[in-house]
């Protein structure tokens, strides 16, 4: 057995609760853990995932990742999932870029909070091996939760990990690790769900949608494919139509040259949101307003038709049928 100095570690952490089961089990046995977390207009909003790694008094690192994971969606070299989801490409790329940031930053290895044979295709030894060897960090990658499953690291051989402290889960049962949370007192955890909107067929047909028209460069229309309802009108215009009012008010803000935004004036309704739209899909925008605004004791939906820089112009739609747009939706 090598004499135990325990070293420093960079944990990726998604706010899950293998992950954060991760950073304890390495810090019960002294090593240093702090956490990266990547981001990107694809995954949970990071404000609560930073918030549950600091509340157990942990170190959270931020990295925007969205640029790594449009580079992938062009060809992962490992393919999809069931979606547009280039799992185990995006997972190796996450550990090359911590494992560069360790580096950087005079961390020892990277760890990670998978479990062996928890998910049917990115979590068997095969995905867990073909990850590590593609990811550049090789044995200084460690999984705590599987480690004795699992072929021995660096960082076990050099010291810097007690083997013997860490943990051999395996398989779906996620019993374990409710009972390791009690013990740490991890109280708030999410569902093991994923959490990664390329998983989702509604949101992936949005994306496939976009990237065949605008395309992926604009960060914002990104952002847009969290929000709203989705159409792409005869012409070729995009229009989102919010559906509550965070929705609205981030329409609005989402604006930019050539865009055009509409809403109802003389009723409550939603607000829309055309991306540079062509002139003949302005009239069709108009009557989606007045489709989907409340149409109580009115027959006539007063339409606010703003451009960039000028002032609205109010134009007056009767009330249209929903079912109409249908062919439209995305």
Not at 63 to 79: H, K, M, Q, R
Request: aromatic fraction near 6%; charge should be neutral.
């Amino acid at each position: 057995m090598p004499e135990f100095h325990p070293g420093r570690a960079i944990c990726l952490c998604s706010g899950g609760l293998d992950s954060l089961l991760c950073l304890c089990v390495l810090r019960e046995q002294g090593v240093h853990a702090e956490a990266i977390v990547f981001t990107s207009p694809f995954y949970a909003p990071p404000d609560p995932i930073v918030k549950s790694i600091e509340d157990l008094g942990f170190v959270a690192h931020p990295v925007d990742f969205t640029a790594d994971i449009l580079a992938l969606l062009e060809n992962p070299p490992s393919g999809f999932g069931s979606c547009l989801n280039p799992c185990i490409d995006c997972h190796a790329r996450m550990i090359e870029r911590a494992w560069a940031y360790a580096q950087e930053h005079g961390f020892d290895f990277v760890a990670t909070g998978e479990v062996l044979s928890q998910r049917p295709m990115s979590q068997v030894r095969s995905s867990l091996n073909r990850v590590r060897n593609l990811s550049g960090a090789g044995k200084f990658l460690l999984r705590p939760l599987s480690a004795k499953l699992l072929d021995e690291t660096e960082p076990e051989r050099l010291g810097l990990v007690d083997r013997s402290r860490l943990l051999d889960l395996q398989g779906r049962n996620r019993h374990p690790q409710m009972e390791l949370a009690k013990k740490y007192g991890i109280k708030k955890y999410p569902s093991p769900a994923g959490g990664c909107k390329l998983t989702e067929p509604c949101y992936c047909r949005r994306l496939k949608n976009l990237r065949e028209h605008e395309g992926l460069k604009e960060p914002r229309l990104m952002e847009l494919l969290n929000h709203g309802r989705h159409f792409r009108f005869p012409a070729g215009s995009l229009v989102v139509l919010g559906r509550d009012r965070a929705d609205n008010e981030f329409l609005r803000t989402a604006m930019r040259g050539g865009d055009v935004v509409f809403r109802p004036v003389n009723v409550p309704g939603p607000t829309a949101l055309a991306i540079r739209p062509a002139p003949e899909d302005l009239p069709l925008a108009r009557q989606l307003i007045a489709a989907y605004s409340d149409r109580k004791d009115v027959t006539t939906i007063m339409v606010s038709e703003m451009h960039t820089a000028s002032k609205p112009i109010v134009s007056p739609e009767p009330i249209a049928n929903r079912e109409t747009f249908q062919p439209f939706m995305l």
